[in-house]
């Protein structure tokens, strides 16, 4: 998961240049999408399937990969209506329509799930990098 939004993508250069101070955000969320996210839109699966954001535990990067991993499992569901995961997404918060996306990438392969499933990323499944 390398594609940064336009929210982070403006905190990381005002950061950086010393334009403007950053605030970390204090917990991150992870949310999936349906359709393909971007950097404008995160495509987040319907409230209806109870499909809702969960905590994301993140390790410190590692060098020379430049990248972060989860450090603690995600499970999201058991849902409770069809349908199919195409990506995930990284929140700064989980109220949806009140949190800012940071991060955004699509699954290896879309994941279909029936009501009552659940989705599970075992720890260290979920990289982020800038590369």
């Known amino acids: 998961m390398g594609n940064v939004s336009s929210y982070l993508s403006k905190n990381l250069l005002d950061w950086t240049t010393g334009a403007a101070a950053a605030t970390q955000p204090p917990a991150r969320w992870v949310g999936l999408s349906d359709g393909a996210p971007t950097s404008v ?69 879309a994941r279909s799930f029936m009501a009552g499933d659940a989705l599970y990323l075992a720890a260290g499944s979920l990289s982020i990098s800038l590369s």
């Open 41 to 109: 839109s995160a495509s987040e699966i319907n409230s209806a399937t109870l499909a809702s954001r969960v905590t994301a535990l993140f390790g410190a990067a590692a060098s020379p990969t430049q990248s972060a991993s989860n450090t603690a499992s995600i499970l999201f569901g058991p849902f409770s209506s069809p349908g199919v995961a195409s990506g995930l997404i990284v929140f700064d918060g989980s109220p949806v329509g009140s949190s800012n996306m940071l991060w955004y990438g699509s699954l290896l392969t």
